[in-house]
């Protein structure tokens, strides 16, 4: 199929095969979806969850060895001078079992949960994000989680103990093809017992160093195959496999991404994961929980930069006092420490709750996701500011001239992409949205459909009519009207009762958005990302006063060392808690006054105009010191004509 017809599919059918790899079922409880359907389900995240006394001292031991190894063998300014990750780097996690975190204990791995896992990246991620990236594109979306999850016991068996040892990449994106996947051109064609594939990925994190990888490849429909995206499990030892290129980036300067060609790779059959057509349910489902390693590293970014400030800020002195004694620095001292240890919480928060089980956590994922990728770059750049022009300067050149090393530039530089990997923010935006607004579109579907006949419109309205009947009066009042509700929680009581409030009204405001918009609202992209800023800030709010609650609590924290540890941050952790929501509750309220007052319309118009060069004359003036070249590389498949920088870690 040509690169152009590829570029045509339309709208629908983008759309279509979008909804169709989409999770629809609810089968447990869920605080994400309920927060948007104003629910305030808080017995859903409190008591704070805790890991069980086995897995906790697993998880301690083995952090208290990564912690020991980052320490003692990694040099990050190594990796960013050279922009590589050691060799003898990476041996030495794999002979520490970081590379099986995640894998079961009978197939090699260490048997860690989401928690652990999450605090070993923080540590990884703190010393070199690129070794976060490298321990978590092949444990979070390569082929441990896909085969965990969907794999046979057959393949289970023999990819897993090589998973434990090797690295993996999950290889889907395409030069033309990113969140739009009705587009995707990698081809595998049944041929005897074997799929042959063809196609080139781009942006393959692990994927120049891998030994296993797995493959998102369109198989076409014909006798005796149901056709679709579908998901393989590829060596590639095997033939006809070239890595073309090592991509290199502003930031993230040791992480091994490339651009992989694939012509005439015969895959066997009992490589593919689940059925033939399930390769975008798998890829999204195996999303669900892998987006928390974003997180993690953003956390880690936060820890530091609190650090970072706090030292910095009382050295440095300015007009006879230490700068951190000034307002406008000490509110950014603020601002980065609460949000570090909010950043913190929802981490934690939602890899327990993964952990256990009892709820389905797609949404508290991606908002964990969204909110820390968005809000560490904002902490990044704070520290920058805070710092001035030794922000601005490399560690290497402040280390050469004498004074301490601080990488600030290079951790806003590395922090920029969580913004874009994993689904951008634009797209999280509207896929959490097209999860929040499930409660309509099921009850109100045929409403808005264009294509529904007259009879079932009138059915769904006769439906939506009963729905929203017995939804809509939930909406009106509830505990957070009610001075004394949530009185467990002390000086945080005033905010639960805010979010709750909050909570109900961000419902009533999406009912009249879609009153007023119908299916016209999947358009107005700007309402729907505010809509899911405020629940991710009202999430936020509510992980932080459960955590806070745990930390001030005699059972101490709900990670880490004990009562007696010197980690137990004790009541201290109420007051961090309470600046929190007070900042956050600021920023609610700008969004929500967002929703109805803003100039998104005539924005889309103006944009539209620019695009058809109606201001073209704004750019003159000035030279385009970019490279020539395509926009696009092209994809079309065949054999490969450069060299393979592929290269393979024994």
């Known amino acids: 199929m040509s690169q152009r017809t590829h570029a045509h599919v339309d709208e629908r059918t983008a759309r279509k095969v979008a909804e169709e790899a989409r999770e629809t079922e609810w089968r447990?409880?869920?605080?994400?979806?309920?927060?948007?359907?104003?629910?305030f389900r808080l017995d859903l995240i409190h008591p704070h969850p805790r890991p069980a006394e086995e897995p906790r001292r697993r998880g301690e031991e083995f952090l208290a060895k990564l912690t020991e190894f980052c320490a003692a063998e990694i040099d990050p300014a190594v990796i960013e001078r050279e922009s590589r990750i050691p060799d003898d780097v990476i041996k030495g996690l794999r002979d520490l079992g970081a590379l099986g975190m995640k894998i079961p204990e009978k197939y090699g791995g260490l048997g860690l949960g989401q928690l652990y896992y999450g605090r070993a990246l923080m540590v990884a991620g703190s010393v070199s994000p690129a070794i976060g990236a490298l321990l978590s594109a092949h444990q979070s979306i390569g082929v441990p989680q896909p085969v965990k999850l969907f794999g046979t016991r057959e393949q289970q068996d023999a990819w897993l103990p090589r998973c434990a040892r090797e690295v993996s990449a999950f290889l889907l994106t395409e030069p033309d093809v990113g969140s739009d996947p009705a587009r995707l051109r990698a081809a595998a064609v049944p041929d005897g017992d074997d799929y042959v594939l063809n196609g080139v990925k781009l942006w393959t994190t692990n994927g120049v160093i891998a030994d296993l990888v797995v493959v998102m490849a369109r198989v076409p429909k014909s006798d005796g195959h149901r056709g679709g995206i579908s998901a393989f499990i590829v060596d590639m030892d095997t033939p006809g496999i070239t890595v073309e290129n090592r991509n290199a980036f502003m930031g993230l300067r040791g992480?091994?991404?490339?651009?992989?060609?694939?012509?005439?790779?015969?895959?066997?059959k009992a490589n593919l994961i689940g059925a033939e057509g399930a390769g975008l349910k798998i890829a999204l489902t195996t999303l669900n929980t892998g987006r928390l390693s974003l997180p993690a590293m953003c956390a880690a970014s936060g820890k530091w930069a609190t650090r970072i400030a706090r030292e910095w800020s009382k050295e440095r002195v300015q007009w006879g006092r230490?700068?951190?004694?000034?307002?406008?620095?000490?509110?950014?001292?603020?601002?980065?420490?609460?949000?570090?240890?909010?950043?913190?919480?929802?981490?934690?928060?939602?890899?327990?709750?993964?952990?256990?089980?009892?709820?389905?956590?797609?949404i508290e994922a991606a908002l964990a996701k969204l909110w820390s990728s968005e809000m560490a770059c904002r902490a990044a750049d704070e520290l920058v500011q805070l710092r001035g022009g030794r922000g601005y300067e490399t560690a290497e050149s402040l280390a050469a001239r004498g004074e301490r090393g601080v990488p600030a530039?290079?951790?806003?530089?590395?922090?920029?992409?969580?913004?874009?990997?994993?689904?951008?923010?634009?797209?999280?935006?509207?896929?959490?949205?097209?999860?929040?607004?499930?409660?309509?579109?099921s009850v109100a579907g045929d409403i808005i459909d264009p294509d529904a006949s007259t009879g079932e419109k009138a059915r769904a309205a006769a439906?939506?009519?009963?729905?929203?009947?017995?939804?809509?009066p939930t909406l009106v009042t509830g505990a957070g009207h009610r001075p004394n509700a949530y009185a467990e929680f002390g000086p945080l009581a005033?905010?639960?009762?805010?979010?709750?409030?909050?909570?109900?009204?961000?419902a009533r405001s999406i009912f009249y958005a879609a009153g007023r918009w119908q299916g016209g609202l999947e358009y107005r992209q700007g309402f729907l990302g505010r809509m899911v800023d405020i629940g991710a800030e009202l999430f936020a709010m509510s992980a932080v006063c459960v955590r806070a609650h745990a930390d001030a609590s005699a059972e101490g924290p709900p990670v880490g060392p004990g009562p007696d540890g010197a980690a137990?941050?004790?009541?201290?952790?109420?007051?961090?808690?309470?600046?929190?929501?007070?900042?956050?509750?600021?920023?609610?309220?700008?969004?929500?006054?967002?929703?109805?007052?803003?100039?998104?319309?005539?924005?889309?118009?103006?944009?539209?105009a620019v695009l058809a060069g109606d201001f073209a004359w704004v750019e003159e003036g000035v030279l385009d010191p970019s490279i020539p070249g395509p926009w696009i590389a092209s994809s079309e498949p065949g054999p490969s004509s450069r060299e393979d920088v592929h290269r393979t870690i024994r």
């Open 28 to 39: 447990l409880p869920s605080f994400g979806k309920q927060l948007f359907l104003g629910d």
């Open 255 to 268: 992480i091994e991404n490339g651009v992989t060609r694939f012509h005439d790779v015969r895959v066997p």
């Open 322 to 362: 230490p700068v951190g004694e000034h307002e406008a620095v000490s509110r950014k001292i603020a601002f980065i420490t609460a949000t570090a240890y909010a950043m913190e919480a929802m981490l934690d928060l939602s890899g327990q709750l993964a952990d256990d089980e009892r709820g389905d956590i797609r």
């Open 409 to 441: 530039e290079q951790v806003l530089r590395d922090l920029r992409i969580n913004r874009i990997f994993e689904g951008s923010t634009e797209i999280m935006h509207l896929l959490i949205a097209r999860e929040a607004v499930d409660a309509h579109l």
């Open 463 to 472: 439906k939506a009519g009963g729905f929203y009947a017995r939804w809509l």
């Open 494 to 506: 005033r905010h639960l009762r805010y979010v709750e409030r909050a909570s109900r009204k961000l």
């Open 568 to 608: 137990a941050p004790g009541r201290s952790a109420l007051l961090l808690a309470d600046a929190f929501c007070r900042q956050a509750h600021v920023r609610v309220e700008e969004l929500f006054d967002g929703l109805w007052r803003n100039t998104d319309a005539m924005d889309v118009k103006l944009a539209r």
